[in-house]
Structures are given as structure tokens and as C-alpha cells.
């Protein structure tokens, strides 16, 4: 019989722990390219450095991070510890054919955004220019310039880390053709009345930036994909209600297209991501 790895690791480690701490081993773990990322209870923290040494072995990692503190800031820097391999935690993520580099230590990489991801790849077209307010390392312009292949791609990040990442990830996907990357602010550094389609992925404070999302579609006319976290019980009059609020101001009416559900993002409360059409009235 074929063990799952995590039933290899409760093997590995039956005679490190006491029996009462292998049952809290977590069964769940983010693998970034050849780094994982744990959360351990408190109960094993004298244990971390033997536990992360088999995950390592079982899971083909280099490197093994303890989560400590989950996202922090504004750039929502992941709050981690080495807890076993190499300080040298610079990896290469591959998924559906598209190369992320980053540093799990100071990037977050979400694997719960895949189908989110693997969907982005194809909602455009050859026709369309497309903007990206909140780039990151390229989670969704990547796989829109690779399989959607838009006439252009215009993608903005603040964070100087994930954008230097950015660029080098552009390269390595072989679509600095597609791509024009843009360091800074959004609502300072984005060009006006060019997108047919603009895409809104980040949770937090969205909708502070659906006016500059707005003014980047040409005559103010095209589709956005607005991300935000949404009480269960309120899924779409929440966010709708912001977006006609704004879209008002334009003299502009908002259809709602489709929406998604990302991943759960806390007890009640949901990451969706809202397909919208501004048009005229």
C-alpha cells in the first residue's frame, strides 16, 4: 500500500515525539518550489528542528519555515523561521507551466489562488490590453501573458521586493514582449483610458482603488476583477453596493458578470473575486 507523505512523516518521527504530540503534527503544509511551510503548535516547538529535518526528507525540500505570525504589513510580508536546510531560501515555484521566482521568507504565496490563477490564464484575448493594479510577483499577469498572449499587459506593484522579483519572473516566462511593469502606487504610476480589462487581486482595502481601476478603462467602458474578503452572509450586495457607488460617480451602471470564491479567509468570511462590466447608462 502507498503511504501519503504525511503518514511517511508520523513514521519518520514515531520514535522523536511522545505519542500524545505526533497526533498535533500538521497534515497541511505550503510547498513553494523546494521550500515548506509549516504552522507547528506551540507544544512542539523543542521538537521543530527533527520535525522540519523529515518533512525536509519526505517532502524533497531544501528548506523547511515555521509560520510564526502569519502576514504582516502593508506588503504582507510572511512573519517565518528557519527551522531546518539552507538560509538560502530563493526558490523556483512551478505551476501550470509558469515559473514564479521569489524568496518564501519575504513573498507570501498562496497555493489556495491556484484555480484562480489557472482561470486568469485564459480570460483574455489577443486584442485586449490589459492593467494589473496589484502585480506582485506576476500571479496573474504571468499566466494571461502566457496563455492569453494580450497586446499588452501594463502591471503595477509597490513593493520594491516583490517587484524586482517581478521583472526577473517577466524574463523567465519569455513575455517581456507582453509585459510593462510599473514600480510604485497605482494611482500614481498607472496610465489613464487604456484597459479593456483590469484585474484587482488584493484582499484588504480594494476598494479604495476601484476609481483608479474606473479610469484606466478606455471611455471608462470594460471588465474588472475585483477582489476583496466578503462575510458569507452578505456575498454579493457588499461588494456591488461599492462598486455602483463608484461607478456612479462616472455616470457609469455596473453588471455583475460572475462571481467566484477564492478560499475561505477566516471563520464567516470568504476571498471572492467579483467579474463586473462598466458600461454606459
Known sequence: ??????KLIIKRLTNELPDDLLKKLPNKWEKVGDVVILVLPKDLEKYKAIIGEKFAEILNCKTVLNDIGGITGEFR???VEIIFGSKDTETTHKENGICFKLDPQKIMFSSGNIDERIRMATVSNNTEVVVDLFAGIGYFTLPIAVYSKPEMIVACEKNPVSFNYFKENITLNNVTDIVVPLKGDNREVVPKFIADRV????IGNTREFLETAINCLKEKIGIIHYHDKIPEKNITSNPMDELNKVAEKFDRIVELIGYKHVKSYAPGIGHYVFDVKIGEK
Open 77 to 79: 510580508k510572511p512573519n
Open 1 to 6: 500500500m502507498i503511504k501519503t507523505p504525511y
Open 199 to 202: 484585474i484587482m487581486g488584493y
